[in-house]
């Protein structure tokens, strides 16, 4: 859990590597490790870049996405060309998503036009027990395995686990 972690990272030489040193010790016992940063591009976001064999994006189906979406590529390029040269972008995951609104599918075609291939087929629509589920702490397929939240991150498990198999 790395709440309250920024802070303390501010005055740490070479503090946009503590992570990947730590994760190198550990890394060998996991086929997988997700890293879920928060929207802010801060010196958390960072050491996960930095730590990254690659990234995968969601944005949300809305307007300033768009923007927030080219502050975080410029910023994965800055930690390619610095930190990390073997970072790669693993997808890109369109969450909020509500087919029934005009915005909706105008960021998806403006996102899947850029990102090709990179876009998955799966979206993570609105849903409410998909919102409530953090304030429970728990995560949605234990919180409600059968909201369509939880199967939609079902869904993305499988398709990931797919791109793995053809990948490899």
Do not use: W
């Given at each position: 859990n790395l709440v309250g972690t920024e802070v303390e990272l501010v005055q740490v030489i070479a503090r946009e590597k503590i992570l990947r040193d730590a994760l190198s010790k550990v890394r060998h016992q996991y086929d997988f490790i997700l890293i879920d940063c928060p929207p802010s591009l801060g010196i958390l976001t960072l050491n996960a870049l930095t730590a990254a064999d690659s990234v995968l994006i969601p944005i949300q189906c809305e307007y300033y996405a768009l923007e927030g979406l080219s502050k975080l590529l410029n910023?994965?390029?800055?930690?390619?060309?610095?930190?990390?040269?073997?970072?790669?972008?693993?997808?890109?995951?369109?969450?909020?998503?509500?087919?029934?609104?005009?915005?909706?599918?105008?960021?998806?075609?403006?996102?899947?036009?850029?990102?090709?291939?990179?876009?998955?087929?799966?979206?993570?629509?609105r849903n409410?027990?998909?919102?409530?589920?953090?304030?429970?702490?728990?995560?949605?397929?234990?919180?409600?395995?059968?909201s369509n939240g939880a199967e939609n991150y079902m869904r993305l498990a499988e398709e990931m686990l797919a791109k793995e198999s053809v990948m490899q």
């Open positions: 910023t994965v390029k800055l930690v390619q060309k610095h930190l990390n040269k073997a970072l790669n972008i693993y997808g890109v995951l369109l969450t909020m998503y509500d087919g029934r609104l005009n915005l909706c599918n105008q960021v998806e075609q403006e996102v899947r036009n850029y990102f090709k291939e990179k876009v998955f087929q799966t979206t993570i629509t409410v027990r998909l919102s409530e589920a953090p304030s429970f702490g728990l995560p949605i397929i234990m919180f409600d395995a059968t």
